[in-house]
T-cell receptor, first 115, second 114 residues
Framework: GAGVSQSPRYKVAKRGQDVALRCDPI?????LFWYQQALGQGPEFLTY????????KSGLPSDRFFAERPEGSVSTLKIQRTQQEDSAVYLC?????????????FGDGTRLSIL | SQKIEQNSEALNIQEGKTATLTCNYT??????LQWYRQDPGRGPVFLLL?????KEKRKERLKVTFDTTLKQSLFHITASQPADSATYLC?????????????FGQGTTLQVKP
Protein backbone atom coordinates (compact mmCIF):
# COMPACT_ATOMS: atom_id res chain seq x y z
CA GLY A 1 0.00 0.00 0.00
CA ALA A 2 0.92 3.64 -0.22
CA GLY A 3 0.86 4.42 3.50
CA VAL A 4 2.66 3.36 6.66
CA SER A 5 1.51 -0.06 7.80
CA GLN A 6 1.75 -1.36 11.37
CA SER A 7 1.07 -4.83 12.71
CA PRO A 8 -0.51 -6.19 14.70
CA ARG A 9 -3.26 -3.60 15.19
CA TYR A 10 -3.99 -5.00 18.63
CA LYS A 11 -1.79 -6.97 20.98
CA VAL A 12 -2.69 -8.37 24.36
CA ALA A 13 0.09 -9.81 26.48
CA LYS A 14 0.55 -10.93 30.05
CA ARG A 15 2.89 -8.99 32.29
CA GLY A 16 6.40 -10.30 31.87
CA GLN A 17 6.02 -11.46 28.27
CA ASP A 18 8.06 -10.08 25.39
CA VAL A 19 6.31 -8.39 22.46
CA ALA A 20 7.40 -7.29 18.98
CA LEU A 21 5.66 -4.56 16.99
CA ARG A 22 6.27 -4.13 13.27
CA CYS A 23 6.32 -1.04 11.08
CA ASP A 24 6.41 -0.94 7.27
CA PRO A 25 7.20 2.66 6.29
CA ILE A 26 6.45 4.27 2.97
CA UNK A 27 8.85 2.84 0.39
CA UNK A 28 11.96 4.98 -0.02
CA UNK A 29 11.45 7.04 3.12
CA UNK A 30 14.74 7.63 4.86
CA UNK A 31 13.50 8.69 8.28
CA LEU A 32 11.50 6.51 10.65
CA PHE A 33 10.13 7.44 14.07
CA TRP A 34 8.46 5.52 16.88
CA TYR A 35 6.09 7.29 19.27
CA GLN A 36 4.10 6.12 22.29
CA GLN A 37 0.62 7.53 22.86
CA ALA A 38 -1.20 7.14 26.18
CA LEU A 39 -4.96 7.53 26.31
CA GLY A 40 -5.99 11.16 26.05
CA GLN A 41 -2.43 12.37 25.44
CA GLY A 42 -0.37 13.35 22.43
CA PRO A 43 2.27 11.02 21.00
CA GLU A 44 5.63 10.95 22.82
CA PHE A 45 8.85 10.41 20.91
CA LEU A 46 10.66 7.13 21.51
CA THR A 47 13.35 6.72 18.86
CA TYR A 48 14.52 7.77 15.39
CA UNK A 49 16.21 5.97 12.49
CA UNK A 50 17.96 7.42 9.48
CA UNK A 51 18.01 4.47 7.12
CA UNK A 52 19.36 1.62 9.27
CA UNK A 53 21.15 3.85 11.77
CA UNK A 54 19.42 4.54 15.08
CA UNK A 55 20.48 8.14 15.66
CA UNK A 56 18.29 9.05 18.61
CA LYS A 57 16.91 6.72 21.26
CA SER A 58 16.54 9.33 23.96
CA GLY A 59 12.83 8.69 24.40
CA LEU A 60 13.01 4.96 25.13
CA PRO A 61 11.66 4.63 28.69
CA SER A 62 13.95 1.82 29.81
CA ASP A 63 16.41 -0.77 28.59
CA ARG A 64 13.47 -3.13 28.15
CA PHE A 65 12.66 -1.23 24.97
CA PHE A 66 14.68 -2.02 21.86
CA ALA A 67 14.18 -0.96 18.24
CA GLU A 68 15.86 -1.97 15.03
CA ARG A 69 15.70 -1.29 11.30
CA PRO A 70 18.37 -3.61 9.93
CA GLU A 71 17.92 -3.01 6.20
CA GLY A 72 16.72 0.55 6.36
CA SER A 73 13.09 -0.25 5.61
CA VAL A 74 10.95 -2.35 7.99
CA SER A 75 11.39 -1.58 11.68
CA THR A 76 10.58 -3.58 14.78
CA LEU A 77 10.01 -2.24 18.29
CA LYS A 78 10.56 -4.90 20.92
CA ILE A 79 9.52 -4.65 24.55
CA GLN A 80 10.94 -7.21 26.94
CA ARG A 81 9.41 -8.27 30.24
CA THR A 82 6.35 -6.10 29.67
CA GLN A 83 4.83 -4.11 32.52
CA GLN A 84 1.31 -2.73 32.88
CA GLU A 85 2.59 0.82 32.36
CA ASP A 86 3.69 -0.23 28.85
CA SER A 87 0.01 -0.34 27.82
CA ALA A 88 -0.42 2.33 25.14
CA VAL A 89 -0.73 2.85 21.40
CA TYR A 90 2.62 2.62 19.62
CA LEU A 91 2.78 4.75 16.49
CA CYS A 92 5.30 4.57 13.68
CA UNK A 93 5.91 7.46 11.29
CA UNK A 94 8.13 7.94 8.28
CA UNK A 95 9.31 10.94 6.30
CA UNK A 96 11.05 11.24 2.99
CA UNK A 97 14.37 12.83 3.89
CA UNK A 98 16.68 13.24 6.83
CA UNK A 99 16.13 16.05 9.28
CA UNK A 100 12.94 17.87 10.05
CA UNK A 101 10.94 20.59 8.39
CA UNK A 102 8.76 18.06 6.56
CA UNK A 103 5.56 16.13 7.20
CA UNK A 104 5.57 12.82 9.01
CA UNK A 105 3.30 10.05 7.72
CA PHE A 106 1.84 7.95 10.52
CA GLY A 107 0.50 4.43 10.64
CA ASP A 108 -2.64 3.66 12.61
CA GLY A 109 -0.61 2.21 15.47
CA THR A 110 -0.54 -0.94 17.54
CA ARG A 111 -2.71 -0.87 20.65
CA LEU A 112 -0.82 -2.82 23.32
CA SER A 113 -2.62 -4.02 26.42
CA ILE A 114 -0.67 -5.65 29.23
CA LEU A 115 -2.73 -7.73 31.64
CA SER B 1 12.50 20.96 29.33
CA GLN B 2 10.22 21.86 26.43
CA LYS B 3 6.56 22.07 27.26
CA ILE B 4 3.62 22.21 24.85
CA GLU B 5 0.15 23.23 26.02
CA GLN B 6 -3.13 23.04 24.12
CA ASN B 7 -6.66 23.75 25.30
CA SER B 8 -7.39 20.71 27.41
CA GLU B 9 -11.15 21.16 27.26
CA ALA B 10 -13.08 20.09 24.20
CA LEU B 11 -14.19 22.84 21.86
CA ASN B 12 -17.83 22.69 20.77
CA ILE B 13 -18.97 24.97 17.97
CA GLN B 14 -21.85 25.31 15.54
CA GLU B 15 -21.47 24.35 11.89
CA GLY B 16 -20.38 27.29 9.76
CA LYS B 17 -18.52 29.06 12.56
CA THR B 18 -14.76 29.48 12.82
CA ALA B 19 -12.91 27.20 15.23
CA THR B 20 -9.75 28.56 16.85
CA LEU B 21 -7.35 26.26 18.65
CA THR B 22 -4.40 27.46 20.72
CA CYS B 23 -0.92 26.00 21.18
CA ASN B 24 1.57 27.50 23.62
CA TYR B 25 5.15 26.35 24.04
CA THR B 26 7.76 27.20 26.66
CA UNK B 27 11.46 26.85 27.34
CA UNK B 28 12.65 26.82 23.73
CA UNK B 29 12.23 28.34 20.30
CA UNK B 30 11.25 25.77 17.65
CA UNK B 31 12.34 26.41 14.09
CA UNK B 32 8.99 25.14 12.80
CA LEU B 33 5.70 23.81 14.04
CA GLN B 34 3.26 21.31 12.57
CA TRP B 35 -0.44 20.65 13.07
CA TYR B 36 -1.98 17.20 12.77
CA ARG B 37 -5.51 15.82 12.86
CA GLN B 38 -6.26 12.55 14.66
CA ASP B 39 -9.49 10.58 14.44
CA PRO B 40 -10.35 7.90 17.03
CA GLY B 41 -8.39 4.70 16.47
CA ARG B 42 -6.29 6.25 13.70
CA GLY B 43 -2.82 7.73 13.43
CA PRO B 44 -2.25 11.49 13.16
CA VAL B 45 -2.59 13.02 9.70
CA PHE B 46 -0.42 15.98 8.70
CA LEU B 47 -2.26 19.24 7.98
CA LEU B 48 0.15 22.20 7.91
CA LEU B 49 3.74 23.17 8.66
CA UNK B 50 4.78 26.72 9.50
CA UNK B 51 8.36 27.95 9.86
CA UNK B 52 9.62 30.47 12.42
CA UNK B 53 10.07 33.14 9.74
CA UNK B 54 6.46 32.76 8.54
CA LYS B 55 3.72 34.60 10.36
CA GLU B 56 0.81 32.85 8.70
CA LYS B 57 0.08 29.84 6.47
CA ARG B 58 -3.16 28.94 4.72
CA LYS B 59 -4.53 25.81 3.09
CA GLU B 60 -8.14 25.84 1.89
CA ARG B 61 -10.26 26.47 5.04
CA LEU B 62 -7.28 26.12 7.39
CA LYS B 63 -5.05 28.91 8.68
CA VAL B 64 -2.12 28.70 11.07
CA THR B 65 -0.24 31.55 12.73
CA PHE B 66 3.09 31.40 14.51
CA ASP B 67 4.00 34.14 16.99
CA THR B 68 7.56 33.57 18.18
CA THR B 69 7.33 36.48 20.63
CA LEU B 70 4.26 35.12 22.39
CA LYS B 71 5.49 31.54 21.86
CA GLN B 72 2.11 30.65 20.49
CA SER B 73 0.49 29.14 17.41
CA LEU B 74 -3.18 29.52 16.54
CA PHE B 75 -5.01 27.08 14.26
CA HIS B 76 -8.21 28.25 12.58
CA ILE B 77 -10.83 26.28 10.67
CA THR B 78 -13.24 28.58 8.86
CA ALA B 79 -16.76 27.57 7.79
CA SER B 80 -16.48 24.51 10.01
CA GLN B 81 -18.31 21.30 9.12
CA PRO B 82 -19.30 18.26 11.20
CA ALA B 83 -16.62 16.31 9.29
CA ASP B 84 -14.02 18.57 10.92
CA SER B 85 -14.80 16.96 14.29
CA ALA B 86 -11.57 15.34 15.49
CA THR B 87 -8.63 15.87 17.82
CA TYR B 88 -6.06 18.39 16.62
CA LEU B 89 -2.45 18.07 17.69
CA CYS B 90 0.15 20.81 17.79
CA UNK B 91 3.71 19.57 17.21
CA UNK B 92 6.71 21.89 17.34
CA UNK B 93 10.01 20.40 16.28
CA UNK B 94 11.91 18.74 19.07
CA UNK B 95 14.63 21.29 19.69
CA UNK B 96 18.04 19.92 20.42
CA UNK B 97 18.51 17.43 17.60
CA UNK B 98 18.15 17.76 13.86
CA UNK B 99 16.40 14.44 13.55
CA UNK B 100 13.02 15.94 12.90
CA UNK B 101 11.47 14.48 16.01
CA UNK B 102 8.32 16.26 17.14
CA UNK B 103 7.06 17.16 20.59
CA PHE B 104 3.27 16.88 20.64
CA GLY B 105 0.75 18.72 22.75
CA GLN B 106 -2.03 16.69 24.37
CA GLY B 107 -4.45 17.69 21.63
CA THR B 108 -7.71 19.58 21.56
CA THR B 109 -10.91 17.78 20.64
CA LEU B 110 -13.18 19.75 18.32
CA GLN B 111 -16.86 18.92 18.00
CA VAL B 112 -18.78 20.67 15.23
CA LYS B 113 -22.54 20.42 15.63
CA PRO B 114 -24.89 20.59 12.64
Amino acid sequence: GAGVSQSPRYKVAKRGQDVALRCDPISGHVSLFWYQQALGQGPEFLTYFQNEAQLDKSGLPSDRFFAERPEGSVSTLKIQRTQQEDSAVYLCASSMWTGGNQPQHFGDGTRLSIL
Amino acid sequence: SQKIEQNSEALNIQEGKTATLTCNYTNYSPAYLQWYRQDPGRGPVFLLLIRENEKEKRKERLKVTFDTTLKQSLFHITASQPADSATYLCAPEGGSSNTGKLIFGQGTTLQVKP
